[in-house]
């Protein structure tokens, strides 16, 4: 049978919601004990409440660190109502039972988020409160504990549908939820350490996260689904603010990522635009407007780029939107956009239009984890990046300052495209993308076969890929695709190099005329 609730803790460090619903509570009969900042906000209001400090006998000491940690709270909390020995030991040492706690944490997430020094950091890492909860949630046949402002609503159904009790079944979700936000909340801690010790295998590794939605399904119907966010702020899609459209698919969500992050890596440069299909890009180019750059992005592929994602590195104008609304897109993601462009895009219901606040980072460091059977990778995101004075030229012929350019805006854009990854590129634009083969000439070919396909569609003669330059995202181990991109028409190549055969694959590139430079950074992503 679930006790009737007489006496319920409060100590929290978000108050949202908390003076009404502690009036409710004391409509109700219940009996206030709180800490600190949460019992002076309380009597501000008006309402009767016992400080810990009155309960224990003992000062809040050490600037509060001490407080809660003590036998007459958690003998309350962790007492067994129905265990004998239990409630006789309440009776001998006169400690009253609570039979509701409501906690939540120091806000260390937030706080590490906005770049905290260290010492600050160390002091929204919350003690006695993950103490509370995990002796409440061990504890849930006794009393409830509530973690989260937005459960408060639920309680207080509970105690109007039972009598003032909160049944057994609820008892049991707030504890799982509980431990999970405990669990969630020293992921974060120690992510944090490992970071700031630059400790890329801590021995134990752990991941947390909030709901932020539960998916319809995942990347098939028959596969469950959903969404969380990270203790680690990046713009992005799980940061974003959804304007209009549809509700997010995983895949939706998948590739908006893949596509925003590849925008990013040209922050601060000329407009520029990414369309992906299926996590990968079928099409990237920078442009003197969103509206040159999105047009040339399409053309690299105007068949894949149906259906696909699309990211800006600027606020979308309504330039920008004119165009894009001509063919059938499932998501715009954008650091911004103009009133302008909102109400051309509203005429597109279905379309989902997601801003964030800036661009992410692409060089910041952050990881990735990927799971495997009984048990997950972990690795450091790719925020490897090349400088022109990176490059060493292993030709007789160089390559020019246009060609350079270029060059690396393809290398760039292979970092983000399924290895093994070909990049076709010309002008500030990808003519032509393989990506996700099994061997590095078959991505070779389809690139060329679309940059064939690409030209054939704008109505030209020649390829696109015609005096273009081509980026592998690792060596060629053979000149073999290398010649087939000659043969689709490129003057210049760039690669990482390191192939046992390099010396076979740079003959290849001299007896041709290309001009080719190594990296000495491969950008493989599986």
Not at 4 to 12: M, N, Q
Request: hydrophobic share 45%; net charge neutral; charged share 20%.
């Amino acid at each position: 049978m679930s006790p009737p609730v007489r006496r319920a803790l409060l100590s929290v460090s978000d108050k949202t919601g908390l003076i009404d619903f502690a009036k409710a509570l004391s409509q109700r009969g219940i009996a206030l004990v709180s800490t600190g900042g949460t019992a002076k906000a309380l009597k501000a209001e008006g309402l009767a409440v016992t400080d810990v400090s009155s309960v224990t006998g003992f000062p809040e000491i050490m600037d509060g660190r001490v407080k809660t940690l003590h036998p007459k709270i958690h003998g309350g909390l962790l007492a067994d109502r129905g265990n004998s020995e239990h409630v006789k030991a309440l009776d001998v040492q006169a400690i009253e039972p609570f039979e509701l706690l409501v906690v939540n944490l120091y806000p260390f997430e937030a706080v590490t988020a906005k770049g905290a020094a260290w010492d600050k950091a160390i002091e929204n890492i919350d003690i006695g409160g993950p103490a509370m909860i995990r002796a409440a949630a061990k504890n849930h046949g006794s009393l409830a504990v509530i973690v989260d402002p937005s459960d408060y609503a639920s309680v207080l159904a509970e105690l109007d549908a039972h009598q003032g009790a909160v049944s057994e079944a609820a008892r049991r979700r707030f504890a799982a939820k509980a431990f999970a936000r405990t669990a969630s909340y020293d992921a974060a801690i120690s992510q944090y350490f490992a970071r700031e010790l630059k400790d890329d295998a801590p021995d134990y590794a752990a991941l947390g996260g909030r709901l932020i939605q539960k998916l319809r399904y995942g990347e098939n119907p028959h596969q469950s689904a959903a969404f969380y966010r990270s203790a680690e702020i990046r713009e992005g899609v799980a940061t974003a603010e959804q304007l209009q459209g549809k509700e997010l698919s995983y895949n939706n969500i998948n590739d908006t990522d893949a596509a925003f992050e590849c925008v990013a890596e040209f922050a601060g440069r000329d407009a520029a635009c990414v369309i992906v299909k299926h996590a990968n890009p079928c099409g990237v180019a920078q442009g003197a407007s969103l509206a040159e750059a999105y047009r040339k992005a399409l053309a690299c592929d105007p068949v894949s780029a149906f259906g696909g994602i699309i990211a800006f590195n600027r606020p979308i104008d309504a330039q920008a939107a004119e165009e894009i609304v001509k063919i059938f897109t499932e998501v715009i993601i954008a650091p911004g956009a103009s009133d302008e462009a909102r109400a051309i895009i509203a005429d597109k219901k279905n379309l989902r239009l997601l801003v964030t606040r800036g661009l992410p980072d692409p060089a910041r460091p952050g990881l990735s984890f990927k799971t495997v059977a009984g048990g997950f990778l972990l690795q450091s995101r790719d925020a490897g990046h090349v400088a022109v004075s990176d490059l060493k030229t292993v030709t007789k012929r160089a390559p020019t300052a246009a060609e350079l350019t270029d060059l690396q805006f393809a290398f760039t854009v292979a970092k983000h495209v399924k290895s093994n990854a070909i990049v076709y590129a010309k002008a500030g634009a990808t003519v032509g993308i393989g990506a996700g083969q099994m061997s590095r000439v078959d991505s070779t070919r389809i690139a060329a076969a679309k940059s064939a396909e690409a030209a054939k569609a704008l109505g030209l003669a020649e390829p696109l890929a015609k005096g273009a330059v081509v980026a592998s995202d690792a060596f060629f181990p053979f000149a073999d695709g290398l010649v087939t991109a000659a043969e689709a028409g490129v003057t210049a190549v760039i690669q990482p190099g390191g192939s046992m055969r390099d010396a076979e694959v740079i003959k290849a590139a001299d007896e041709l005329g290309l001009a080719m430079v190594f990296t000495g950074m491969r950008h493989f992503r599986h």
